[in-house]
C-alpha cells in the first residue's frame, strides 16, 4: 500500500473543530498521560499493521506507522506518528505531546537512519539549518495546530523540539515483512512480534499439540503456515544432550536440493534453542516432511553457504529477517539436514 502524499494545509470544516478541541490543555495533557500514551503510542502501530493501515483512516489527519531500530540493542521500534510532505520527502515532528524529552524513536532515527515509514524504506535526517527547520515547523503548526501547545510546554523545561526529514531510499531485503500479504499474515507477524519483544518464546507452548496433529495426518494438518503458502514445516526429531531423552521440534524449512534447510532462530530470541545444541550433539536423526520420514545427518554451515541457504529461509518466510535484528548481537545458525543411509 502506497504512503498518501500529504499537503501541509489548514484544517477544514469538521477537522479544524477536532484539532481545535485537541489543542486545549485538556487534550494536551491526556496525550501526556500514562495511560494514552500506552494505548496510542504502544497498540496504535499494531492496529494500523493488522488493518494493514487503514484503521486510523477516520482521524483528521494522517499517520502511519515508523519503524526504527533501537539504538542501545537494535531491535525493532514501531510508533503511529503524524506526518505531511514537503516535496517527495516525508516531514514529522517528534513533538512527545511537549514533555521534556525526545522520544525514543528519535534518538533510534538518528543512531540507524535508515527506516520505514509507512512500510516504505526511507533515510532520516535530523533538520539542523535554523531557517529550514523555523520553516518546516511553521508548516507542521498550521498542518496540526496542536503542536503549538507542544512546543510551549516543552520550553518550559528548556527543550526544543526538532524536525525530522524522511529522504525515500532503495528498498532493502526485508524492509518491512507485512508490507504485503494478506490480514492472515499480517495477524501471524504482527502477534509474534508483538510477544517476541515482549520476551515471550511461545514455541513449548505450541510444539505438542501441533505435532501430534502434523502426526496424527500425516501432514495435512500442521505442514504450511497459514497465510505463507511457502512457509512449510517440517517435524525435527532430536536427543537430549543431557537427558537422552527424544524430543520433537516442528519447525519452518526449505529444501536445497535433497536437504532440509533449518534455522535456530527461536523467533529472535538471545540464546539459540534447545533442539540446536542436541543436534549438534547427536547430528544424526530423522526429520518428517509431509507423510514422509527421513534418515539424516545435521550439520552446520558456514560463510557464504549460510549466507545462500539464509537468503532462502528468509524468502520463504519475511519474519526471518525480523528474528534476524531481534535476536541483536546473536548469529542465528542455519543447519542442513542432509539424507543418510539408515
Known amino acids: 500500500m502506497s504512503l498518501p502524499h500529504v499537503a501541509p494545509e ?10 481545535r478541541l485537541l489543542s486545549g490543555r485538556l487534550s494536551c495533557a491526556l496525550e501526556r498521560s500514562l495511560p494514552f500514551r500506552l494505548l496510542v503510542w504502544r497498540l496504535g502501530p499494531r492496529a494500523m499493521a493488522l488493518t494493514g493501515r487503514r484503521l486510523p483512516s477516520f482521524l483528521p489527519l494522517a499517520a502511519a506507522v515508523l519503524e526504527t531500530r533501537d539504538a542501545r540493542n537494535g531491535r525493532p521500534h ?25 522520544p525514543h524513536w528519535l534518538e533510534n532515527a538518528i543512531a540507524h537512519p535508515e527506516v520505514s515509514f509507512g512500510g516504505q524504506p526511507f533515510r532520516a535526517e535530523v533538520v539542523t539549518d535554523a531557517g529550514e527547520r523555523a520553516r518546516l515547523i511553521e508548516l507542521g503548526d498550521t498542518y496540526y495546530p496542536p503542536y503549538v501547545s507542544y512546543r510551549a510546554h516543552a520550553a518550559r523545561y528548556g527543550r526544543t523540539i ?18 504485503s500479504g494478506g490480514p ?65 521440534s516442528p519447525l519452518i524449512f526449505v529444501s536445497d536440493g ?20 542436541n543436534l549438534i550433539a547427536n ?14 545427518r545435521a550439520r552446520l554451515t ?41
Open 10 to 19: 489548514p484544517p477544514r470544516g469538521a477537522n479544524r473543530l477536532v484539532l
Open 162 to 179: 526538532p524536525a525530522l526529514r524522511l529522504v525515500p531510499r532503495q528498498p532493502e531485503p526485508g524492509d518491512d515483512p507485512k508490507a
Open 78 to 102: 514501531r510508533r503511529a506518528i503524524v506526518y505531511f510532505n514537503d516535496g517527495e520527502d516525508v516531514i514529522v515532528v517528534p513533538s512527545k505531546g511537549g514533555m521534556a524529552s525526545d
Open 302 to 342: 558456514e560463510g557464504d553457504e549460510r549466507e545462500r541457504l539464509w537468503a532462502k529461509l528468509d524468502a520463504a518466510y519475511p519474519a526471518f529477517d525480523f528474528y534476524r535484528r531481534n535476536a541483536g548481537d546473536r548469529q542465528i545458525p542455519v543447519v542442513v539436514l542432509k539424507p543418510r543411509r539408515p
Open 184 to 248: 492472515i499474515s499480517r495477524l501471524i507477524l504482527s502477534a509474534s512480534q508483538l510477544a517476541n519483544e515482549r520476551g515471550l518464546y511461545l514455541g513449548r507452548r505450541s510444539t505438542r499439540v501441533h505435532v501430534a496433529l502434523y502426526r496424527r495426518t500425516g501432514g495435512r494438518l500442521g505442514a504450511h503456515l497459514p497465510g505463507f503458502p511457502t512457509a512449510r514445516i517440517a517435524l525435527v526429531d532430536h536427543v537430549g544432550r543431557k537427558t537422552g531423552r527424544r524430543r520433537t
Open 283 to 296: 547430528p544424526e536423526t530423522t526429520v518428517q516432511v509431509g507423510a514422509e520420514v527421513r534418515s539424516v
Open 258 to 277: 535433497d536437504a532440509v534447510v533449518i534455522a535456530a532462530s527461536k523467533a529472535g530470541q538471545p540464546t539459540h534453542p534447545s533442539w540446536f545444541h
